[in-house]
């Protein structure tokens, strides 16, 4: 069935016929660029032809979409098999000048009552930035237990298809009960690579010698990091600190064609929802359901995200124009896959090829000019290494001669610490980016105890362990009132903390009501900045918000208050 995305063909090998249409207007700012031909172009305006591509690189963060055959107001004009052939070498040799790779993902023949049918092409160009070894992505994986989340990234990273009895999920388990049980109850993290032809690189990758994570790392231009989240309940605290935590820019949500939408489902898309994710949907198992029960679950999951809309992809034609669309607008790709099977999985590999990044250029310099701030969220012990610290790097940078700020203690102290070495993806590096995931290795350290929830930062910081938020209650059997304690969420910190305060008249907050909130937390001072993201739970309570102000821990006030 035809859909208003759909304007070209995503396999350069078939052609795809359309009477004459349009495109939005070319924008000035975005990675995506219109040409109606580049045919013989001058040296002077050759050069200018390569430092345009060079900003629109620059404005998609390594990528950049160019469209053959499309006049700068969006009218799809097409080009004769000379002229396109023409054009295509001389994007290839613009893409050369810069040390890019051109790769071309569709082409559509358009019809018009005044001619002969003319050709249209769509090609992706990618160039890793200087600073950078590859371009990150990062991908929250969600669902209900016994969906296929883990079966699904098993098959994706390991390049084998899964025997119907989870064989290919086994490789991501991280403790022994969770083979037994066949159920995630932490967060793991994989990686999935693509060449600059498109080409998956993964663990059976013997062709290119990709059989390490280093190995991918080194071969990738392109690496999409999976984090696998629990979908028991009784692990959502695992799931709602991965999702928090880890910052992931995209969220897959998996639902199992056999059982529909059950269990955690809902529970995990609001929680994406509620952080802005931009959110696709698998649904598994295709392969053991009936066409009528199939088509029973998608109907489920196109009701449950009534507030998009929702785009059925079934051909490569679809998988670019989701994958083009699913960051501008607000559209929610839905993929039919079989992990048996290998049924559809290469739509899903074309889409994750091509998606772009979440962040704009413009986010990501204002992030690196701010000061640095890194979220702990693992803390390892590693024999003749010492203590190594697990994160996401939230603004600034990191370099391997940084000297950064650690904690707080539990007495609100922060230490200077310097690193021994730091690695990504398993391989040593010398800097961090804004968003990126690393490994910190601090050496002995005997000075206080390191948990999860601190953090590394640049410049004199202050801890808090009262602040206000304004919150919003999502669910509760009846209302939220002073004295309640529950378990606050932010970045990766996880603490409980009690209501000291509520501006209601009446001091209570019922489900979508919102109020100032002030919080108090009941173990130790956290380091918190105003603007973050809050969410709490207490049993089947939950609520999100955001922080407003924090007041400044001191010890003596503390030992005053105790």
Not at 203 to 232: F, P, R, V, W
Not at 303 to 327: D, E, M, W
């Amino acid at each position: 069935m035809g859909s208003e995305y759909d304007w070209m063909v995503s396999d350069p090998a078939v052609t795809h016929t359309r009477s004459l249409s349009n495109l939005p207007p070319e924008d000035e700012k975005g990675n995506i660029e219109y040409k109606l031909k580049l045919v013989k172009p001058t040296k002077s305006r050759f050069e200018h032809l390569v430092t345009q591509m060079k900003w629109r690189l620059r404005e998609g963060k390594g990528e950049a979409i160019y469209e053959i055959g499309v006049e700068d107001t969006g009218m799809l004009v097409g080009l004769e098999d000379e002229d396109l052939s023409e054009s295509l070498n001389t994007l290839e040799g613009m893409a050369q000048r810069l040390g890019a790779t051109t790769v071309e993902v569709r082409r559509s023949s358009i019809e018009s009552d005044s001619g002969p049918a003319r050709t249209a092409c769509e090609v992706l160009v990618r160039r890793v930035p200087d600073d950078q070894q590859y371009i990150d992505l990062r991908l929250a994986v969600l669902g209900n237990v016994e969906s296929g989340k883990s079966t699904l990234l098993g098959v994706l990273t390991q390049g084998e298809k899964d025997n119907g009895q989870g064989r290919a999920r086994l490789n991501l388990f991280r403790h022994l009960h969770e083979i037994e049980s066949g159920h995630t109850s932490s967060v793991s993290h994989e990686v999935l690579g693509f060449n600059n032809k498109g080409e998956v690189i993964n663990y059976s990758d013997s062709n290119q010698g990709c059989l390490t994570m280093e190995a991918i790392c080194q071969n990738a231009s392109k690496l999409i990091t999976l984090i696998d989240l629990a979908g028991h309940q009784k692990y959502l605290k695992t799931t709602i600190n991965g999702l928090m935590g880890c910052k992931p820019d995209f969220a897959m949500l998996v639902v199992s064609a056999t059982t529909g939408v059950a269990g955690t489902t809902r529970e995990h898309l609001g929680l994406a929802m509620a952080l802005q994710m931009n959110i696709f949907v698998v649904i598994s198992k295709i392969d053991i359901c009936p066409p009528a029960v199939r088509e029973r679950t998608l109907q489920q999951v196109t009701r449950l995200l009534s507030g998009k809309i929702t785009y059925p992809v079934t051909t490569p034609y679809h998988a670019v124009t989701a994958a083009r669309k699913f960051n501008s607008e607000n559209i929610c790709p839905i993929f039919m896959v079989s992990n048996v099977t290998g049924e559809n999985l290469d739509l899903l590999k074309k889409f994750l090829h091509i998606i772009p990044p979440a962040c704009t250029t413009c986010e990501q310099t204002r992030l690196m000019q701010e000061i640095t701030e890194f979220h702990v969220d693992e803390v390892y012990s590693v024999p003749h290494v010492g203590k190594v610290l697990g994160g996401t790097l939230v603004s600034g940078s990191i370099h391997d001669d940084s000297k950064l700020l650690l904690g707080p203690s539990d007495d609100g102290c922060f230490e200077e610490v310097e690193f021994q070495s730091i690695h990504r993806n398993r391989t040593k590096c010398r800097v961090v980016m804004p968003g990126q995931a690393a490994t910190l290795a601090l050496g002995p350290w005997d000075r206080f105890p390191l948990r999860k929830g601190m953090v590394l930062v640049r410049e004199s910081p202050s801890c808090c362990i009262e602040f206000e938020a304004i919150i919003c209650v999502l669910y509760h059997t009846s209302s939220i009132n002073r004295g309640f304690q529950l378990m606050v969420h932010v970045g990766s910190i996880c603490q409980s903390a009690i209501i000291e305060d509520i501006s209601t008249p009446d001091g209570s907050l019922r489900v979508n009501e919102q109020a100032l909130v002030k919080f108090r937390f009941q173990r130790q001072p956290e380091f918190l900045r105003p603007g973050s993201c809050l969410f709490f739970r207490q049993g089947i309570a939950k609520g999100m918000g955001q922080i407003t102000k924090v007041f400044p821990f001191t010890k003596e006030t503390n030992d005053a208050e105790r």
